[in-house]
């Protein structure tokens, strides 16, 4: 075996922290290697901006990529959600890790659920996809965007200056935090992001001992949904700061085991909405998410978004 040290590249956000050290005490674990955590300063984390104002998708990724790339780590650990979706030249997605649960969760003043919030309660999001949809709901609320970490941004319910805040479940669980959520949110009333709770584990293509090192980490049901749900989110044309949802779960069918995945797109003001589902072999995951997505330009999915196509 060999003994080389494996450099994990990582952003320095407790979340990010949170997430890089499971996976490195995962491969020290299991595989038996020595991991050291690098931590590199990325753009998202240099500015209190909106995403879209700083760089838009990848934000938070270009710089572990570039160290990646240039040989000053070995894997990089992301959230698969904050990816481009287009294939970065030269890297290589090795794993996806068994996925968190990726539905959003809230976090309200006085241990409210959304439904318990009143009218004019002001909901903290930097999420256009969460804003658009909970806006929708007609419930009245006034949606605030807010940038920070899970510390910030709890902290601005805690001080009563927001009603609540809407987070990913994944985050507050990976923190040790879930205690907090007053409410896990139906996907049926809020769909998740492309990839929300999943990570993605990169490496060099080149390497070929870190590629088949680290491929025993991958979770193919994982892998799969996320495939699905992100080859929507590409033939969308949309980023990561798109109202766009989607979910895909693996479920045993009559000819094996099939992907089931449901996909929105919505209008940034909640005024209206395309909702949609599919199915497909597992085996077809992308063609499952590409289908979906034409389903919902059909539909009007584009000017919805705002795009011009």
Same mark, same amino acid.
């Given at each position: 075996?060999?003994?080389?040290?494996?450099?994990?590249?990582?952003?320095?956000?407790?979340?990010?922290?949170?997430?890089?050290?499971? =996976?490195?005490?995962?491969?020290?674990?299991?595989?038996?290697?020595?991991?050291?955590?690098?931590?590199?300063?990325?753009?998202?984390?240099?500015?209190?901006?909106?995403?879209?104002?700083?760089?838009?998708?990848?934000?938070?990724?270009?710089a572990?990529?570039?160290?990646?790339?240039a040989?000053?780590?070995?894997?990089? @650990?992301?959230?698969?959600?904050?990816? %481009?979706?287009?294939?970065? %030249?030269? /890297?290589?997605?090795?794993?996806?890790?068994?996925?968190?649960?990726p #539905?959003?969760?809230?976090?309200? #003043?006085?241990?409210?659920?959304?439904?318990?919030l %009143?009218?004019? $309660?002001?909901?903290?999001?930097?999420?256009?996809?969460?804003?658009?949809? =909970?806006?929708? /709901?007609?419930?009245?609320?006034?949606?605030?965007?807010i940038?920070?970490?899970?510390?910030?941004?709890?902290?601005?319910?805690?001080?009563?200056?927001?009603?609540?805040?809407?987070?990913?479940? $994944?985050?507050?669980?990976? +923190?040790?935090?879930?205690?907090?959520?007053?409410?896990?949110?139906?996907?049926?009333?809020?769909?998740?992001?492309?990839?929300?709770?999943?990570?993605?584990?990169?490496?060099?293509?080149?390497?070929?001992?870190?590629?088949?090192l680290?491929?025993a /980490?991958?979770?193919p049901?994982?892998?799969?949904? @996320? @495939?699905?749900?992100?080859?929507?989110?590409?033939?969308?044309?949309?980023?990561?700061?798109?109202?766009?949802?989607? +979910?895909?779960?693996?479920?045993?069918?009559?000819?094996?085991?099939?992907?089931?995945?449901?996909?929105?797109?919505?209008?940034?003001?909640?005024?209206?909405?395309?909702?949609?589902?599919?199915?497909?072999?597992?085996?077809?995951?992308?063609?499952?998410?590409?289908?979906?997505?034409?389903?919902?330009?059909?539909?009007?999915?584009?000017? +919805?978004?705002?795009?011009?196509?």
């Amino acid at each position: 075996m060999s003994d080389r040290l494996l450099r994990l590249g990582t952003r320095g956000s407790a979340l990010a922290v949170a997430q890089s050290g499971g =996976i490195a005490a995962t491969v020290i674990a299991e595989l038996g290697r020595h991991v050291e955590m690098v931590t590199v300063q990325t753009a998202g984390d240099l500015s209190s901006a909106a995403i879209a104002q700083i760089g838009g998708t990848g934000v938070f990724v270009t710089a572990l990529r570039d160290a990646l790339l240039a040989g000053e780590v070995d894997f990089a @650990v992301h959230s698969y959600k904050d990816l %481009p979706t287009a294939p970065a %030249p030269g /890297l290589t997605i090795v794993a996806v890790p068994p996925r968190q649960d990726p #539905r959003d969760a809230l976090v309200a #003043r006085d241990g409210l659920t959304l439904g318990e919030l %009143p009218a004019g $309660a002001r909901i903290g999001t930097g999420s256009p996809r969460r804003t658009a949809q =909970i806006l929708g /709901l007609g419930l009245g609320h006034e949606l605030v965007p807010i940038r920070g970490n899970v510390d910030t941004r709890i902290g601005k319910v805690r001080s009563g200056e927001l009603d609540a805040v809407v987070l990913a479940r $994944a985050g507050l669980a990976r +923190l040790d935090r879930l205690s907090e959520a007053t409410e896990v949110i139906d996907p049926l009333t809020v769909l998740p992001a492309p990839a929300q709770g999943a990570l993605a584990i990169e490496c060099r293509s080149d390497d070929e001992e870190v590629l088949a090192l680290l491929a025993a /980490l991958d979770h193919p049901d994982s892998r799969t949904a @996320v @495939v699905a749900e992100r080859a929507l989110l590409a033939h969308l044309e949309a980023g990561c700061t798109a109202p766009v949802g989607a +979910l895909a779960q693996v479920a045993e069918g009559d000819d094996g085991d099939e992907i089931y995945l449901r996909g929105l797109v919505a209008a940034l003001d909640g005024t209206d909405a395309v909702r949609l589902s599919a199915t497909g072999p597992t085996s077809d995951a992308a063609e499952v998410g590409r289908r979906l997505a034409a389903e919902l330009l059909d539909l009007g999915a584009a000017e +919805l978004m705002g795009v011009m196509r």
